[in-house]
């Protein structure tokens, strides 16, 4: 009983960071921040999902692939993220008009950047 609860819950806030993710992905203001929503929200929303499987369905073999896909989604997730960004820098994507500074222009390849914010 209390199990399900948990794993109810669980997955109630799983869903709802990975939707709070979606919406970050159609309204924030540029690349830079849409990519961390979607590192950051996502990638805890479906390891709390996750978790609420492994509450479900408990057993030695589900632990081992819940550990695992949780790893991994631990290892690249930031990885991807950064570069994703790292690549969107490079290829000059505009800073939204709110960015106050660029604290890597002149220092990354491609950091120049004579339009957007900053």
């Known amino acids: 009983m209390i199990r399900t609860v948990v794993a109810s819950a669980l997955l109630v806030v799983g869903t709802g960071l990975i939707a709070i993710s979606a919406l970050g992905l159609i309204r ?4 830079y921040n849409r990519m961390n929503a979607v590192a950051k929200a996502g990638s805890l929303g479906l390891i709390c999902v996750l978790l609420a ?3 479900l369905m408990p057993g030695v073999r589900t632990a081992v692939v819940v550990l ?3 790893g991994l989604q631990l290892v690249s997730a930031p990885v991807g993220g950064y570069a994703l960004a790292r690549a969107a820098y490079r290829a000059r994507s505009p800073l939204a ?3 106050r500074y660029d604290e890597l222009a002149g220092r990354v390849p491609g950091g120049e950047r ?3 914010g900053g």
């Open 28 to 31: 924030l203001p540029d690349v």
């Open 97 to 99: 008009d709110s960015t």
């Open 114 to 116: 004579p339009e957007g």
């Open 53 to 55: 499987v492994l509450l």
């Open 68 to 70: 695992v896909a949780v």
